[in-house]
Nanobody, 127 residues
C-alpha cells in the first residue's frame, strides 16, 4: 500500500526558511517519480519540484529556482524540500505525490504523472 506523509510546514516570516519532509512507503524511487506540489488559496495546484524515476534529477518551477532544493534519502524513504528566502506568494498547502514511471516532460503535466498523494502540509509566509 502506497503512503506519503508530509511534515514540516508552519508559519515563517518573509526571507525565512523551512524544510518539508515526505516519508513514503509501498514503492521505490527506482520505478516511481516523486514530487512536491502546492495549492494556494483560490488558485490551482501547481508543480513545485519533481524527481523523475528516469534520472533522479530534480526539476523546479521557475518561481522557486535558486530558493528551493529538493533532495532524497533513499535509506530513509524520505524526500525533502528545503525552502529558503520564502516569499509571501509561497504560502500554500504543499503536497507530496508519487507516480509509477518517468515524469512528464512539461511542468503543467507533472500532476498527471502522479498516482498517489499525501494529505498536505500548510506553509504560511507572513510578516
Amino acid at each position: 500500500q502506497v503512503q506519503l506523509v508530509e511534515s514540516g510546514g508552519g508559519l515563517v516570516q518573509p526571507g525565512g526558511s523551512l524544510r518539508l519532509s515526505c516519508g513514503f512507503s509501498g514503492f521505490t524511487l527506482d520505478y516511481y517519480s516523486i514530487g512536491w506540489f502546492r495549492q494556494a488559496p483560490g488558485k490551482e495546484r501547481e508543480g513545485v519540484s519533481c524527481i523523475s524515476s528516469s534520472d533522479g534529477i530534480p526539476s523546479y518551477t521557475d518561481s522557486v529556482k535558486g530558493r528551493f532544493t529538493m533532495s532524497r534519502d533513499l535509506a530513509k524513504n524520505t524526500v525533502y524540500l528545503q525552502m529558503n528566502n520564502l516569499k509571501l506568494e509561497d504560502t500554500a498547502v504543499y503536497f507530496c505525490a508519487a507516480g509509477r514511471g518517468p515524469l512528464a516532460p512539461v511542468r503543467i503535466w507533472w500532476s498527471q504523472s502522479m498516482d498517489f498523494w499525501g494529505e498536505g502540509t500548510l506553509v504560511t509566509v507572513t510578516s
